[in-house]
């Protein structure tokens, strides 16, 4: 695939085509020149326009909803989404057995690759054309998003009700499994157990089935 083609997917012409061409370098294709960098200028140039977004759609709510909704956008599964969508693995550069991974174990890689994306277009602009990249990347994200949700994620309210019991927080044992992620949870001497594509998938998944039994218990 075309640099050409994945700039008319993400809607944005690369001055610097070089940029564009580290972004979408996976470290296990090269370990020297690869798009971690990026990612890291990406992740905090989009939390920083999704809160300006946040803050100025919404006035008068309180920083805690704010912030819930900023991770509900932000969040793995978000980005994983939106780089499917333009089918971003048909443009990663990544090692020959990095390639051959289940689809599930390259959710973090999507992840990567759509913040790596950002802060080239920063290095390639300015801040007021990331902005409006950023914006038009998740224009249907953001268009859905509403006051009248919790944006409470399963670990978040599992935790919360943990600590009205005043017993010891959740400790997630979570480790690599063929298919993505396993991860283990107790629960008043029952282990819990559950799968995801993701770290934080896997987690979220286990906390969920600890929120069941505790809610089928209290029934």
């Known amino acids: 695939m075309s640099l050409e083609s994945l700039q008319q997917k993400i809607g944005y012409e690369f001055k610097d085509k070089s940029l564009l061409n580290l972004a979408i370098t996976h470290k296990s294709s090269n370990n020297i020149e690869n798009n971690e ?13 999704i809160s300006q977004f946040l ?12 912030t819930r909704m900023r991770s509900h956008l932000v969040k793995g599964e978000t980005l994983t989404l939106i780089a499917n969508e333009m089918h971003l693995t048909d ?28 802060g080239a277009v920063l290095l390639d602009s300015n801040w007021e054309q990331v902005n409006t990249f950023v914006l038009n990347l998740m224009q249907k994200e953001l268009a859905n998003i509403a006051t009248n949700k919790e944006f409470r994620d399963s670990k978040t309210e599992l935790q919360e009700l943990i600590q009205s019991e005043k017993i010891n927080l959740p400790k997630y044992q979570t480790s690599p499994s063929s298919d993505g ?15 995801g594509p993701s770290k934080r ?15 089928q218990k209290n029934v």
């Open 37 to 49: 960098r990026l990612e890291f200028l990406g992740d905090s140039v989009l939390n920083s326009v």
């Open 201 to 215: 998938q896997a987690e979220s998944s286990v906390a969920k089935k600890v929120l069941a039994f505790i809610k």
């Open 181 to 195: 992620f396993e991860s283990s949870l107790e629960y008043k001497n029952n282990t819990f157990i559950a799968q």
């Open 91 to 118: 443009y990663i550069k990544l090692s020959k057995g990095t390639a051959n991974l289940s689809q599930n174990r390259k959710y973090s890689i999507l992840e990567g690759a759509i913040e790596s994306i950002i």
């Open 55 to 66: 803050f100025s759609k919404f006035p008068n709510e309180k920083e805690g909803l704010l």
